[in-house]
């Protein structure tokens, strides 16, 4: 749970700049690539990442562009890159207009009883779709990119992240 906008938007900074990452090592050819038959591919991930942006913040409260749940995902990762983009830009700008006792505010969802806490649960489930498109871009052959860490890729060449 966050107390302080500025702790929030610290995370929020590092959580997007990750999930970016990921996004941009996605291409056009994979976008319906699942790790099993009937689960959920790229494009549907990465599109989600975007819906559920714009939801959660709806929840807390914020002014973020929303998807509508049965909007066809787009035919090409720059679509959902610069949706995702504008998103997380329109998050970082309405918090910051957040106090630290707006963090506080219940939002009337038991599991998520503050803003504070939805913006948190926000961050995480991110990482949760994200974690799943790093093993789908190992499953597709695609370059991993060290969001946590180094990754085969980089850890080859030597680089420590």
Do not use: C
Not at 16 to 39: F, M, P, R, Y
Not at 40 to 47: A, D, I, P, Q, V
Not at 53 to 69: C, D, K, N, R, W
Not at 111 to 140: C, E, N, P, W, Y
């Amino acid at each position: 749970m966050y107390r302080q906008v500025d702790d929030f938007l610290k995370d929020w900074a590092v959580a997007v700049e990750g999930t970016l990452q990921v996004l941009q090592a996605v291409t056009d050819d994979k976008l319906g690539q699942s790790i099993l038959e009937g689960h959920s591919t790229f494009g549907w991930l990465g599109w989600h990442l975007v819906e559920t942006t714009g939801y959660f913040s709806h929840l807390a409260g914020l002014t973020v562009p929303m998807i509508g749940q049965d909007e066809p995902v787009p035919g090409t990762a720059r679509e959902i890159i610069a949706a995702y983009e504008k998103a997380a830009e329109a998050v970082k700008e309405e918090v910051a207009k957040l106090s630290d006792v707006d963090l506080l505010t219940e939002t009337g969802i038991a599991s998520v009883a503050t803003k504070g806490a939805l913006l948190r649960f926000l961050i995480d489930h991110q990482k949760h779709h994200r974690g799943q498109m790093m093993v789908l871009l190992r499953q597709a052959g695609l370059p991993v990119p060290p969001v946590m860490g180094p990754t085969k890729e980089n850890a080859l060449l030597g680089s420590i992240t």
